[in-house]
């Protein structure tokens, strides 16, 4: 995603690093007397506290410990890390299992996320018994006090799929609850808006072309109080023997997909469910994905690849949000 708005009137812009990848602020303090420094200060200790609770690439954090023990007992977590899994499951149960959080093996197994990365594909055998230590049904999560249990000694959780986004959702509840009501927070990608910029007008968030090569902006919708998250295969993927494996992995076959959608972006209240609801549509596909996201109202736009590069297919949702706030 592409984020952007002209300065006129004092604005406060901070960027850095977290959770393996990027985030930037932009906030118009308003009447509030909070300087940059604090606000630098809040952001870098929300999201180290996200990267403690959720970072398969740490071996401390909490995602990590649960991964590697085999108890089969409720395992205390941090509540952010249970609120995840709560909404990735909710998510999932609405999209047939298409959102899963418990494919972490298959993700390994195909050289994605922390593992090492594949040059061929693994073997039938290698997928099935990958899959067998995968599936929803075998993790329970509960909120109070917050803790995970898994059926399966072998189970482990990947969230990056809605972690970016729940950890834009949480600096938006930090800033609003400091008096911050403007901004425009984005975290690898994932985008949270809410109230006006500089010059008084709506967030200017921009939603990029699928393009392998380079990065360019192809829509610009203008949003108020929304997230948005786009998922595709045209950044994450390998390719051998002429044929494409994409970082999307289907839960059902433990393959990536192989559909033509490159990508998907969806607006909604809140960026983790933005981020879970992409995902979800981006592994059923163009067809399924699309029947999916038009009968649950969600505001969802399509880019297909065809034989003349890429078709684009938008719910009624979407076009409604496009036709408010589009330049």
């Given at each position: 995603m592409l984020a952007a708005c002209d300065r006129a009137t004092p604005e406060i812009l901070l960027a850095g690093p977290a959770m393996g990848t990027t985030w930037n602020l932009r906030v118009v303090p308003g009447a509030t007397t909070i300087d940059s420094d604090a606000i630098r200060a809040l952001v870098e200790s929300t999201l180290a506290e996200i990267d403690a609770s959720m970072s398969t690439y740490r071996p401390d954090s909490a995602i990590s410990r649960f991964n590697a023990s085999p108890s089969t007992d409720w395992v205390e977590v941090p509540a952010s890390l249970a609120g995840v899994v709560v909404e990735a499951q909710r998510i999932g149960s609405?999209?047939?299992?298409?959102?899963?959080v418990t494919v972490s093996p298959l993700v390994a197994l195909w050289g994605f996320g922390a593992a090492a990365p594949r040059t061929e594909p693994p073997t039938d055998a290698e997928i099935a018994a990958?899959?067998?230590?995968?599936?929803?049904?075998?993790?329970?999560?509960?909120?109070?006090p917050p803790a995970l249990r898994k059926a399966l000694p072998g189970l482990t959780l990947d969230v990056d799929a809605i972690a970016p986004g729940f950890a834009a959702d949480l600096v938006a509840s930090r800033l609003e609850a400091l008096g911050l009501g403007d901004y425009m927070i984005e975290i690898g990608g994932e985008v949270r808006v809410h109230g006006r910029n500089a010059?008084?007008?709506?967030?200017?968030?921009?939603?990029?072309?699928?393009?392998?090569?380079?990065r360019s902006v192809?829509?610009?919708?203008?949003?108020?109080?929304?997230?948005?998250?786009?998922?595709?295969?045209?950044?994450?993927y390998f390719e051998t023997g002429g044929r494409?494996?994409?970082?999307?992995?289907?839960?059902?076959?433990?393959?990536?997909?192989?559909?033509?959608?490159a990508s998907v972006t969806v607006l909604r209240p809140t960026a983790a469910e933005a981020d879970g609801i992409a995902t979800a549509l981006t592994v059923l596909g163009p067809e399924a994905g699309y029947a999916l996201a038009e009968s649950q109202g969600w505001a969802a736009l399509f880019i297909e690849r065809d034989d003349d590069g890429f078709r684009q297919r938008e719910t009624t949702a979407f076009a409604h949000a496009a036709k408010a706030g589009e330049s």
């Open positions: 609405i999209s047939d299992g298409a959102m899963d990958a899959l067998e230590r995968c599936g929803m049904q075998h993790l329970s999560v509960r909120s109070d010059q008084g007008q709506a967030w200017r968030i921009g939603i990029e072309r699928p393009e392998e090569r380079g192809g829509r610009v919708l203008q949003l108020e109080a929304m997230a948005v998250s786009t998922s595709g295969d045209y950044r994450d494409r494996y994409s970082h999307t992995i289907d839960p059902s076959t433990g393959r990536p997909v192989t559909h033509g959608l």
